[in-house]
């Protein structure tokens, strides 16, 4: 069993570690845009970049993502006819999306009616080239799941990394030679026939021979458990940017930008309950069906334990560096986004729910009409409290009203866990080590946040920065150590994942 688990530990972190890798390189895209472009131009293609993440949620539909609940279920020939069954429905559904996106195009001078003309107009002429994106990205968005299911997670790792890095070559390479936006359109379209040729090639080596008459689970089997999931993925996704379309609509493009770069939850924290949740979701279907709930439970929770030890001091860690992180990743010459630091705080609690992937659970139990359920129900709860908030209070009252709308949902979810489980909600996560590794934090937090405002002065950002990360660090670490919030095992796996041995 020891083995088993150091096995399930080693692939956790291959995954683990190729997501914070894209996601650095996500970052860096960002970073990249916030200093080459004006404010009006980040508006611009952070508009873009939201309709083409939109527009991808739409056509997937929870197919990739039922890569991992059927696989468990066929091999042999019958999986190679899976994936082509699952392709050929997502090149119908990324045709589609191109037309709604070219719908938005028709549409957009009167939905960003608040821009200036000229700004609006370049969006409307620049969405066509995300449809042709769309069209060439859609189908190949399985594939990670794909690698994953087969238990190739290097090879899943290196697919994530590669394509990351030529979105980032082939977006903003252009944008740092010069070239304007229309040519970084450009190569992000080169980015889509790159991504779906290499796609194509590395699935027909890793798959075995078979053809889409080979399959064994039904075209309406597939689409009544994905496309509940699917509609879930859409609505959080709406949800993600409900707030923000909101903001689009009521407010300058300039508020827009500020409420994007602040909008954001610190991106490489996030992608770890995600990236644990993908390793971990084929286990949990496997307890589910062999009827094991107290080993489902028991992994479940030594999950949560594992990755609150690193969401939840580096969530709190985010919120006192802020005001040096935002100044240091967005503000250049000319350019102020003071105003995105509060609303990047307060959405980064958030981030203190996301502790474990709560959709794989409920998926491992095939409810994936609950997962829809709980994301309609945060998104309407999201755009019922951020109009009036934003009315009233700006893209800092937009930031607190998604929050509160996390917080009910939060609630809701894991009532909805706790029916599965027959659990009451406040048993369905480890809750007292939650709230003593929360209590840590907070505790460390308070003199960091003191001593770099005592010792450094405010334009210091750099050196702010530097000193806030290093002494948070250094500081819970003992801290969580005397109070055995970290155990000698956790910094064991810890120094094996730093020195990168899952990969040799």
């Known amino acids: ?58 056509a997937t539909l929870g197919f990739p993502e039922s890569v991992f609940y059927y696989f468990e279920r066929v091999g042999g020939s019958a999986r190679k006819a899976f994936v082509l069954q699952t392709v050929s429905i997502l090149l119908l559904t990324a045709l589609v999306a191109g037309i709604i996106i070219l719908g938005v195009s028709y549409f957009a001078p009167w939905l960003l009616s608040e821009w200036d003309p000229s700004s609006a107009l370049q969006v409307q002429n620049l969405l066509p080239w995300v ?44 944008l740092a030679l010069g070239y304007g936006l229309e040519v970084a359109m450009l190569g992000f379209v080169v980015y889509g026939v790159i991504r779906f040729a290499g796609s194509y090639i590395w699935l027909q080596i890793v798959l075995p021979d078979g053809k889409i008459s080979d399959s064994e689970i039904t075209l309406k089997e597939q689409v009544n458990f994905s496309v509940p999931l699917g509609f879930s993925a859409l609505v959080n996704k709406i949800n993600r940017y409900a707030d923000k379309f909101i903001v689009s609509i009521l407010l300058s493009a300039s508020a827009y930008a500020e409420y994007s770069v602040g909008a954001q939850e610190m991106p490489i924290i996030r992608v770890i309950p995600f990236a644990v ?41 985010s919120i006192v560096i802020a005001p040096d992180l935002i100044s240091l990743i967005a503000e250049s010459e000319g350019e102020d986004y003071s105003n995105a630091v509060l609303p990047f705080q307060i959405y980064n609690l958030i981030v203190l729910m996301r502790i474990t992937h709560y ?6 139990f095939g409810d ?50 706790g029916g599965h489980m027959d659990l009451p909600a406040y048993k369905v996560l480890p809750f007292p ?25 405010p334009e210091s950002v750099v050196a702010g920065l530097v000193f806030g990360i290093v002494l948070y660090l250094f500081v819970f670490s003992v801290a969580a150590t005397m109070l055995s919030v970290i155990s000698a095992d956790d910094w064991k796996k810890l120094r094996n994942w730093l020195q990168l041995k899952f990969l040799r």
């Open 368 to 417: 994936t009409k609950g997962v829809f359920y709980l994301s309609l129900n945060l998104v309407a709860a999201n755009i019922a409290l951020s109009i009036p908030f934003t009315i009233w209070f700006g893209i800092t009252g937009t930031a607190a009203a998604t929050f509160i709308a996390n917080m009910y949902n939060w609630y809701i979810t894991l009532r909805r866990i």
């Open 277 to 317: 949740g993908s390793v971990l979701i084929s286990r949990y279907v496997a307890f589910q069906l062999e009827e094991k709930k107290e080993e489902l439970l028991e992994l479940w929770y030594k999950g949560v334990e594992k990755v609150s030890l690193l969401v939840i001091p580096l969530t709190i860690m």
């Open 433 to 457: 080590f939650y709230l003593k590794v929360l209590g840590t934090s907070v505790l460390v937090a308070i003199p960091v946040w003191y001593s770099r405002n005592l010792f450094l002065n």
């Open 131 to 174: 449809a042709l994106i769309a069209l060439l990205e859609i189908p190949t968005w399985p594939t990670t799941n794909i690698l994953l299911a087969l238990d190739r997670q290097k090879d899943s790792a290196w697919y994530e990394m590669s394509t990351s890095l030529l979105v980032f070559v082939c977006l903003i390479g252009p």
């Open 1 to 58: 069993m020891g083995k088993q688990n150091d096995n399930l530990t080693e692939k956790t972190g291959v995954v683990v570690f190729s997501r914070i890798i894209t996601t650095v390189i996500d970052l860096a895209i960002v970073i990249a845009t916030l200093q080459l472009l004006t404010k009006t131009d980040v508006a611009i293609l952070m508009y873009l970049l939201m309709i083409h993440e939109i527009a991808r949620n739409m």
């Open 359 to 364: 959709g794989s659970i409920l998926q491992a």
